[in-house]
């Protein structure tokens, strides 16, 4: 199965392909409102604003695996998103992105880029993961990595 092959359900229910993202490079974070990470939405925004017009997105996924700190309704996960964070990039339903029930889409991400020592479980929240545009999982992030630390690496593949 290749990364476009893959669909996911928006934060507003609606079922859509990660092929509509073809040709761009992508961001994917597994969000979540009440993490110590939370303010790293205004980073993320920041790069999704400063890059979108040369092709390049931040998809959210929020997600309640790492000690419940997501919301419990995706209609309360994005008005917490838009209101105390500014987020207008898309989001999406909140999933599980590890065990038996992790969604196929995180299931590929951690597969094609695992994290230290090999390990492809997510450890925890704002765990992001840089696409190309031609939908390869070109680097994975630590939730300690910054937006602003990321900023160069989006820069280099918008570039190629």
């Not at 303010?39 to 000690?67: A, E, R, T």
């Not at 992001?128 to 070109?138: A, E, P, S, T």
Request: proline letters at 4%; a negative charge.
């Amino acid at each position: 199965m290749s990364f476009y092959d893959i669909s996911v359900t928006t934060i507003r229910g609606q079922e859509q392909g990660m092929d509509e993202y073809k040709g761009q490079v992508l961001l994917i974070v597994n969000t979540a409102t009440k993490c110590g990470f939370a303010p790293q939405f205004k980073g993320l925004q920041k790069l999704h604003d400063n890059y979108k017009d040369q092709g390049f997105q931040v998809l959210g996924f929020p997600s309640s695996q790492f000690m419940n700190q997501e919301l419990s309704e995706d209609s309360q996960i994005a008005e917490a998103c838009e209101l105390n964070h500014g987020v207008s990039f898309p989001l999406f339903s909140k999933i599980d992105v590890n065990g038996k029930n992790a969604h196929p889409l995180f299931q590929h991400l951690s597969s094609e880029a695992p994290g230290a020592l090999g390990i492809k479980q997510i450890k925890w929240n704002f765990t992001k993961f840089l696409i190309d545009r031609d939908g390869r999982v070109v680097k994975r992030f630590a939730p300690t990595d910054t937006p602003e630390s990321i900023e160069k690496h989006v820069r280099q593949l918008l570039e190629q």
